[in-house]
């Protein structure tokens, strides 16, 4: 790639060739300094001036869990067990315009070692998805010239803090949907209604979004409020069975992953959090949301529940960016709530929808934000940037 440099003459040059000849006058004969020019760095998978860029991943993780969701040492069960988790990603990002964006992932997903059965979900496994389509979308639209942009296709949705729908990075799959999303973005704020499916891990099939689970609603940002991001949101699932066609129990199709019960519900939230670096080492971060409907016992002919339900989530720190490793102690309490009586016709349990939950209620994830009371204390240290 050949990089034009345009000779741009300013004053500053000006004054500063008249003082170095000056200074040779008065006999001054130490040599002058070389100008230091940045070299851009290049993406090597990029081309066509940035209109055509490849990515790719490989993610090998080990895993070794005993007493794995029993919690009890005389239970040998084949999650008690070793494995290795492969993840291969390609994707392609073609932008001729600045208006216009096509992208297309693939994905080759694989557990090794294991006594259980590579199925994807049966037992916890993580199973074998060979080379299938992760994303494929296409965006329109260039908020810097108009407001509106529209993004159409399999894709992956995140919004907020993930609590409540991610791409859930930390499992082998990740998480996409068949989905439309159209965004009016402003200076200072942004609101986006959208309509996704979910799509559903088939081992031997070209996987598909379930007809039958429908995910909708509508997602607003502001930093109106200063030194902090403020969100509202509303959600909508409407999902009619329990998924037989995926149920790796079904001898029809054994090869797929189950997703749940029947339910349609509403949920109603709102976040905020404090910028980075705008409260002098102080942050913050609060959420709540409420869920109203009806979930089943698995499929709408089986028995229905009353659904009402609350969650929440507070956090605040202070990080001593003046001390070695920039120290941050924090507090955190994370809430949800949970069924009081299963016989009575009514739920509280908190419905979590598609969350990315790692990170958030430990790292063996036996937890999610549902029927839990959870409080800790972080220390956060950076050794290196």
Known sequence: MLVSIPRI?????????????????????????EAKIEKKETNPLSFWEDRLIFDIEERVRGEIRENNRDFDSS???????????????????????????FYAQTQDSREAFSD????????????????????????????????????????????????????????NFGRTFDAVRLRFEQPHFWIEPFFARPVVIERHAFNESDAADNFGGIYLSTDLVPKQTSDLYF???????DQPDFDPTNRVDPEGTWNGPAARF????????????????????????????????????????????????????????????????????????????????????????????????GFMDEFSWRNIHDARVQLNVKPMK
């Not at 159409?152 to 991610?166: C, T």
């Not at 109203?292 to 499929?299: A, E, K, L, Y």
């Not at 202070?318 to 709530?337: H, I, N, V």
């Open 266 to 361: 509403a949920t109603f939230g709102a976040r905020v959090k404090s910028k980075a670096d705008a409260l002098n080492g102080w942050d913050y971060n609060f959420e709540a949301a409420y869920e109203n409907g009806d979930v089943f016992q698995s499929t709408r002919s089986s028995p229905r529940f009353d659904l009402s339900a609350f969650a929440t989530h507070i956090s605040g720190g202070y990080t001593a960016k003046q001390m070695p490793w920039s120290p941050r102690l924090g507090l955190e309490y994370d809430f949800a709530s949970g069924d009081h009586n299963p016989n009575d016709g009514k739920s509280q349990s908190f419905q979590n929808l598609f969350p990315s939950n790692h990170e958030k209620y």
């Open 9 to 33: 003459i300013t004053p500053a040059a000006v004054i500063g060739v008249c003082i170095f000849a000056r200074s040779v006058c008065a006999g001054d004969t130490a040599p002058p300094k």
């Open 116 to 171: 259980r059965a590579n199925i994807p979900g049966v037992r916890s496994a993580e199973g074998d998805d060979i080379f299938d389509l992760r994303q494929l979308y296409v965006q329109l639209g260039d908020v810097k010239r108009f407001p509106l942009l529209l993004t159409v296709g399999r894709q992956a949705i995140s919004y907020g803090d993930n609590r409540l729908v991610g791409d859930s990075r930390w499992g």
């Open 75 to 101: 239970v040998q069960d084949d999650n008690d067990d070793a494995w290795l988790l492969n993840r291969f990603r390609l994707g392609l990002a073609l932008k001729p315009v600045s208006w216009f964006k």
């Open 235 to 241: 959600f909508y699932r409407d999902k009619e069975d």
